[in-house]
């Protein structure tokens, strides 16, 4: 019995002690939600359609998480104000000026490309301007200096935007060709989550026509594979390492302005809490993995949006609703504590192996 007790790890016996605690309170309120039948289908639809544009949007945001560190293995924290600052200077230099005039909801389409394309020039540009100056002369520095610099750069963008445009809030104007909704699913669903979804899926299917069968692409998954052999076989590291923050930051850039047609406002700071969501959803992916990202982007914003009705308000928990931030946060420990690898950590290192 002494030996037994010796071979036990009490730091593993308390991570299954949270697991179990955590896995009671999950299936009781779950259960008591159900019993109570608190909300009708058409509700929890309506929880669905927005947990998926919400996931989609993370989703875009992620895949620049995790296409850095597969390749550097590192942490752009700066990655979030590449996604607002896209989107904030197309609102102000390009939205703004088009809705004054007429010219956004007579031309809706051009209008649209026109934003998003400038959203991710400014978004390329700037983490193209990030990646020279601040990262790449901290290439062979140990992995702690660059996390650091990231978040420096991120403080910096942020009192950057802050200092050049404005604190305060700026309103993303309505395009008439997306306002309303159309039934569907049994309910009515906006035109604005459906477009959040149908970009989002494009942009997936693009990114991985690039990623696995042009020649940047594979260059890409080289350097992400063994810069040094990459190296020798002729491939430019340093170019590939720039394009694949400008491929990130693109996704980013889209992603913002998909953000400013759901919610209609940006700010300076509105990079933070998306940046830090999309983060838990590459980790809950599989830091790495694109099409880790992808999932744990559609997974986080479902729990998001299902999570405080299904597990917590039969609880009596007080103002569940605006714990939605703190289930993906909360999401982020679990993901630490029961599967570091990710849900596709294990077939991506089988794969590498």
Do not use: C
């Not at 037994?4 to 697991?19: A, P, S, T, V």
């Not at 895949?63 to 924290?77: D, E, Q, R, W």
């Not at 020279?132 to 002369?137: L, S």
């Amino acid at each position: 019995m002494k030996k037994l007790f010796e071979k036990i790890e009490y730091i593993d016996l308390f991570l299954w002690l949270i697991r179990a605690a955590i896995i009671i309170i999950v299936i009781w309120g779950t259960v008591a939600t159900i019993l109570d039948n608190p909300y009708s289908t058409r509700q929890w639809t309506d929880f669905v359609i927005f947990g998926v544009a919400q996931g989609s949007m993370y989703a875009l945001i992620a895949i620049g998480y995790t296409l850095v560190y597969g390749v550097l293995f590192m942490i752009n924290f700066a990655h979030g104000e590449f996604f607002m600052s896209g989107i904030m200077t197309s609102t102000v230099f390009i939205a703004g000026p088009m809705a004054a005039t007429g010219f956004l909801n007579r031309h809706p389409i051009i209008s649209l490309l026109i934003i998003a394309l400038f959203s991710m020039l400014v978004s390329v540009g700037v983490a193209i301007l990030t990646e020279r100056i601040a990262y790449k002369p901290l290439r062979k520095a140990p992995r702690l200096v660059p996390l650091i610099t990231a978040i420096g750069a991120s403080l910096f963008w942020q009192n950057f935007y802050r200092g050049m445009l404005g604190s305060n809030v700026k309103p993303f104007p309505q395009f008439d060709i997306l306002a309303g909704s159309i039934p569907l699913l049994g309910t009515q669903v906006l035109k604005t989550h459906i477009a959040v979804v149908l970009v989002t899926i494009i942009m997936l299917i693009g990114l991985n026509f690039f990623i696995m069968r042009t020649k940047t692409g594979k260059s890409i998954r080289a350097v992400s594979e063994d810069k040094d052999v990459a190296a020798l076989m002729g491939i430019d590291v340093d170019r590939a390492i720039t394009i694949t923050f400008a491929t990130g930051a693109a996704m980013a850039g889209i992603a913002g302005v998909l953000f400013a047609l759901v919610f209609r406002q940006v700010h300076f700071f509105m990079g933070f809490t998306p940046g830090i969501k999309a983060f838990t959803a590459a980790v809950l992916g599989g830091i790495g993995s694109v099409p880790g990202a992808a999932i744990g982007g559609l997974f986080l914003g479902l729990f998001e949006s299902i999570g405080p009705s299904l597990f917590l308000q039969s609880l009596g928990i007080p103002a569940f609703n605006q714990l939605k931030d703190v289930i993906a946060f909360i999401m982020l420990v679990l993901v630490l504590i029961f599967r570091p690898q990710g849900i596709l950590g294990e077939p991506l290192a089988e794969k590498k192996a």
